[in-house]
């Protein structure tokens, strides 16, 4: 009963130190300082997990600290004609160690079978190994901006915001070059992406 506690602890330890990568290229975004100056709400959709509700405060950090707006308010407070639909479309995944995933077996199995069967190969070596063989989880999650104006959709946008995490004995040893630091940076270039690409539109 003992081996199952310790065993139980220590999968929390290393779940909640795992490592964290993005895989998306880093762009130099050329600064434009010019505002936009435009009245704009947002309206948050799919970010309701814990973890999701920090990535969007940092998405909504990066509105509010651009300075291209003249106002930004939240859609239930406002009755604005712009609005600004930013919605998560998670990836389906697997829960590592806790639980079963959300998402039925088949949608991996028929869709993805190799990433599948090396997921499966991956999780039962680590487990066996007792995570000295890291588990790599590979989140292919994006961000979809839509534009309405008046309640007519005039523009969507699509950015990815793919990552990988580690976890395992490796993962303490790789903490220090991890993305975790630098989240917020990830999150805004993203936003100022959006911004630059959607001037012309509003």
């Not at 290393?14 to 435009?38: G, R, T």
């Amino acid at each position: 009963m003992i081996s199952n506690y310790k065993f139980f602890f220590l999968c929390i330890f290393f779940f909640s130190q795992c490592s964290v990568y993005y895989l998306e290229e880093k762009k130099n975004l050329k600064p434009n300082h010019s505002a936009i100056d435009k009245e704009i709400s947002y309206e948050l959709i799919g970010w309701e997990t814990n973890e999701n509700r920090e990535l969007a405060s940092l998405l909504l950090k990066a509105f509010h600290t651009s300075g291209k707006f003249k106002k930004i308010s939240s859609y239930v407070k406002s009755d604005l004609d712009m609005r600004v639909q930013i919605i998560l479309e998670s990836s389906p995944r697997f829960q590592i160690l806790f639980g079963e995933s959300p998402e039925p077996v088949s949608w991996m199995v028929e869709r993805k079978l190799g990433s599948f069967s090396l997921y499966i190969l991956n999780r039962v070596a680590a487990m066996q190994s007792l995570f000295i063989i890291p588990v790599f989880v590979k989140n292919d999650d994006t961000i979809l901006f839509r534009i309405w104006k008046k309640n007519r959709l005039i523009g969507e946008y699509v950015y990815p915001a793919h990552s990988l995490y580690v976890i395992g004995w490796v993962s303490l040893f790789l903490r220090w070059s991890d993305d975790r630091e630098t989240l917020d940076k990830h999150y805004s270039d993203i936003v100022h992406q959006f911004i630059e690409d959607t001037r012309e539109v509003y």
